[in-house]
């Protein structure tokens, strides 16, 4: 069998918010309410057909780093999400607010965060 990762928690402030913040900015659908996700202190957002992460409430979220290879369009509409939001983002974790998309590992990339200190980082082969 081949591993794969099924699912992670991911800490954060507020894991409703959280988790609408990451799905709106990625294109996912995100939970809508407490009642609807079923798992209580879990705000799930369905990366894709294997992948899930599971937002998780804790009292001083030390964040985490989450990288995600996407297409060229994939990234054009994060890309675009981000500058219609205002979201600061650059081309390096030491510089994410840069404005770049000139990554060392690929064609294009960027990162970007949240206020549970998570890091984001989106890479594009084209």
Known sequence: MTISLNHTIVPAV???????YFAT????????SKAENGRGRFAPVRVNETLTLDFMTVPDPEGHHLAFD???ETFDGILARIRAAGIPFG??????????TDHPLCARGLYFGDDSRNLYEIMSPA
Request: proline residues 14%; negative net charge.
């Open 25 to 32: 900015v990625m294109g996912l659908e995100a939970p809508s």
């Open 14 to 20: 507020d894991h409703h918010a959280a988790a609408r």
């Open 91 to 100: 081309n390096h974790p030491a510089s994410p607010d840069n404005g770049r």
């Open 70 to 72: 996407v297409d060229p």
